[in-house]
């Protein structure tokens, strides 16, 4: 089971940091990644991590303000988010992946976490 929060309410040009923990899984046993989905917009992939191959993946056009981590001990996926803008206003899901493409992100998603608001304004 899948835990997001950390979501809430920023002024543009602010910082969230996310997180998503939960019970049954360990970061070793596949790839965890973020998703984002806007008022009538398709969801997104964000970030993905696997801990295991030491990789990670970021939507390029977020990378730079967007930083996806790991904490093996705590068991838990961050995701730092910086010089936040109006548009990245979304409901922000934490998901369970099969594997990691370095180019696509998670793939084979096969367990969504809840979501946690952002909400950016100026």
């Known amino acids: 089971q899948l835990q997001a929060s950390g979501g809430g309410s920023v002024q543009t040009g602010g910082s969230l940091r996310l997180s998503c923990g939960g019970s049954?899984?360990?970061?070793?046993?596949?790839?965890l990644g973020w998703f984002r989905q806007a008022p009538g917009k398709e969801r997104e992939q964000v970030a993905c991590i696997s801990i295991s191959d030491r990789s990670a993946y970021h939507e390029a056009s977020l990378e730079g303000r967007f930083t996806i981590s790991g904490d093996t001990a705590k068991n838990t996926v961050y995701l730092q988010m910086n010089s936040l803008e109006r548009e990245d206003t979304a409901v922000y899901y934490c998901a369970a992946g099969r594997f990691l493409d370095p180019a696509l992100g998670c793939l084979g998603v096969f367990r969504w976490g809840q979501g946690t608001q952002v909400t950016v304004s100026s």
């Open positions: 049954g899984f360990t970061l070793y046993d596949g790839p």
